[in-house]
């Protein structure tokens, strides 16, 4: 069974803003967190930011440097991750990934979307 779907990813040139969403199943959406990672060519995956169900937001601080910001949307069951100020460093694959009050590391999420691929050109 599919729980995550991402989508929004595609090819940008620097300074360029992209807004990615998560599409969430029904089924985990209100009791599962949801974070977003990364991983670029040749480099371990990344945390990148997550939110928990009650409305807590994290960001690897080092990774978005205030350009990201993380949305819940109850309504759509959406995560989103909008990002601003777009480098060609964040070209990355970028995933949604799901757990139950775990820390946000790649070995302790439950559910694990395809990806969609961000390219920033400079």
């Known amino acids: 069974q599919v729980e995550l779907v991402e989508s929004g990813g595609g090819s940008v040139l620097t300074g360029d803003s992209l807004r990615l969403s998560c599409a969430v199943s029904g089924r985990i959406f209100s009791t599962y967190d949801v974070a977003w990672f990364r991983q670029a060519p040749g480099k371990e995956r990344e945390f990148v930011g997550g939110?928990?169900?009650?409305?807590?937001?994290?960001y690897n601080a080092d990774a978005v440097e205030g350009r990201f910001a993380i949305s819940r949307d109850r309504v759509t069951y959406a995560v989103n991750l909008q990002m601003s100020s777009l480098k060609p460093e964040d070209t990355a694959v970028y995933y949604c990934?799901?757990?139950?009050?775990?820390?946000?590391?790649?070995?302790?999420?439950?559910?694990w979307g395809k990806g969609t691929l961000v390219t920033v050109a400079s």
């Open positions: 990934a799901a757990n139950r009050g775990q820390r946000w590391h790649t070995d302790a999420m439950t559910y």
């Open positions: 939110v928990r169900t009650n409305g807590d937001i994290t």
